[in-house]
């Protein structure tokens, strides 16, 4: 099972094998909702009827680097190394492979741009398949986001840089400035 929570703490995600479920939390109380139909969203069969494949990781993917408010999309890492990406509401706007490995830990790393009041701020998607990490812009997966209301939005690729550490086993990545 895999819990994911909102960089603002208003959605909760959990998955287990290929089915995703979304839960609203109450702003006043922290309370799970669910006494609306809009508060929960189901999302069965996340791997895309691909069979022995489930989901391994998954992260909240903030609206902008400056507002951790509302969580624009939920960043699914899946065993056949591919990287799936959803609306708040369950709605696919990316497929992606990334590695033959199962994608074993999504990361965001938020950078400061400049040391001013209103500082800019860059996000990177960082990734870890077996021994191979891959980055990925944020801001291109917005983009990527932004096409999600188009058919043809989970055919659009966004670039990626990767490295594989040779001989070595990796058991996790944490990011820094």
Do not use: Y
């Amino acid at each position: 099972c895999h819990v994911g929570i909102s960089a603002g703490g208003h959605l909760v995600a959990m998955a287990r094998d290929t089915t995703v479920v979304i839960v609203n939390v109450n702003e006043k109380t922290g309370q799970l909702c669910g006494e609306e139909s809009s508060d929960i969203t189901v999302v069965n069969d996340v791997c895309q009827n691909r069979h022995g494949v489930s989901v391994t990781s998954m992260l909240w993917l903030c609206q902008d680097g400056k507002t951790p408010r509302p969580p624009a999309c939920l960043v699914i890492g899946c065993s056949d190394g591919c990287v799936r990406m959803f609306s708040a509401s369950g709605e696919l706007l990316l497929v992606q492979v990334i590695h033959e490995a199962p994608i074993s830990k999504l990361q965001l790393r938020t950078m400061v741009l400049s040391h001013t009041v209103t500082a800019d701020t860059s996000e990177d998607l960082i990734l870890l398949a077996g021994s191979t990490l891959a980055r990925m812009d944020a801001q291109e997966l917005q983009r990527s986001r932004a096409l999600g209301a188009h058919e043809e939005s989970t055919n659009q690729q966004v670039r990626f840089f990767r490295w594989t550490l040779e001989g070595q086993e990796v058991g996790d990545v944490i990011c820094c400035g």
